[in-house]
C-alpha cells in the first residue's frame, strides 16, 4: 500500500523568510512518480512538479526547490524568500507505476499562510 | 485549451435528494476518476475509470455511484446524499503528456464542486 505523510499540518512565516515543507513517502513500487500540488484559497488544485523515482536531481524553479531523497523516501519543498501569494495549502502525492499509475495518494496538506 | 470541466461548480442540497456532477475532458484520456477532499483528510480517490464501461471502486466509494458511457464523461452520482458526503469534489483525467514528453502521464483535474448536504 502506498501512503504520503505531511507531518506539518500548519505552519506560518513571515514574508521573505523561507520555508521547507516535508512529505514522506511509502511504497513499495521500484518506478514511482511524486508530485506537489498548491491549493490556493480559490480551490482548484494547481500541479508545481513531478519527479519520477529514478531521477534524483534536485530542481530548482524560480523560488521553488524541491528535494527528493530516495534513501529517506522524502520529497521536501523549499520556498525561498516566501510572499503573501504563496498562502496555500500544498499537496504531496504519489503514483506507482503500470496499473498503480492510476491512482493518486495524497498526503493530508500543509496549510502555509505568509504573514505580511 | 485541453481542461476538465465540472458541474455545478456549487450545490447545496438536502438530504436524500438525488444529484449528479457532471464531468467531462477535452483530451480523449481513457482514465478519469473522483476524488473528494475534506479537512485534514487530504484528496481520496472515489471511483475511477480505465475506460469506456471500465469503472472501479477506489478508497472511499460507498454512497456513490459512478458510470462512463462515453469517454469525455464521467458523471458522479449521489443516490441519496447525506451530511457527511458534504465535501470539496474533483474530477481529474489523466493521459499521455501534450507537453512533448514521451511516455509521460499528465493527470490533469477540474476546477472542483463544492456540495453541501443539510
Known amino acids: 500500500a502506498q501512503k504520503v505523510t505531511q507531518a506539518q499540518t500548519e505552519i506560518s512565516v513571515v514574508e521573505k523568510e523561507d520555508v521547507t515543507l516535508d512529505c514522506v513517502y511509502e511504497?513499495?513500487?521500484?518506478?514511482?512518480?511524486l508530485f506537489w500540488y498548491k491549493q490556493p484559497p480559490s480551490g482548484e488544485l494547481v500541479f508545481l512538479i513531478r519527479r519520477n523515482s529514478f531521477d534524483e536531481q534536485n530542481e530548482i524553479s524560480g523560488r521553488y526547490s524541491w528535494n527528493f531523497q530516495k534513501s529517506t523516501s522524502s520529497f521536501n519543498f523549499t520556498i525561498t524568500a516566501s510572499q503573501v501569494v504563496d498562502s496555500a495549502v500544498y499537496f504531496c502525492a504519489l503514483s506507482g507505476s503500470g496499473a498503480g499509475s492510476y491512482q493518486l495518494t495524497f498526503g493530508k496538506g500543509t496549510k502555509l499562510s505568509v504573514i505580511p | 485549451e485541453a481542461q476538465v470541466t465540472q458541474n455545478p461548480r456549487y450545490l447545496i442540497t438536502v438530504t436524500g435528494k438525488k444529484l449528479t456532477v457532471t464531468c467531462s475532458q477535452n483530451?480523449?484520456?481513457?482514465?478519469m476518476s473522483w476524488y473528494r477532499q475534506d479537512p485534514g483528510l487530504g484528496l481520496r480517490q472515489i471511483y475511477y475509470?480505465?475506460?469506456?464501461?471500465?469503472?472501479d471502486k477506489g478508497d472511499v466509494p460507498e454512497g456513490y455511484k459512478v458510470s462512463r458511457k462515453e469517454k469525455r464523461n464521467f458523471p458522479l452520482i449521489l443516490e441519496s446524499p447525506s451530511p457527511n458526503q458534504t465535501s470539496l469534489y474533483f474530477c481529474a483525467s489523466k493521459g499521455l503528456s501534450t507537453q512533448g514528453q514521451r511516455g509521460i502521464y499528465e493527470q490533469y483535474f477540474g476546477p472542483g464542486t463544492r456540495l453541501t448536504v443539510t
Open positions: 475509470s480505465m475506460n469506456v464501461e471500465v469503472t
Open positions: 483530451m480523449n484520456h481513457e482514465y
Open positions: 511504497t513499495r513500487d521500484t518506478t514511482y512518480y
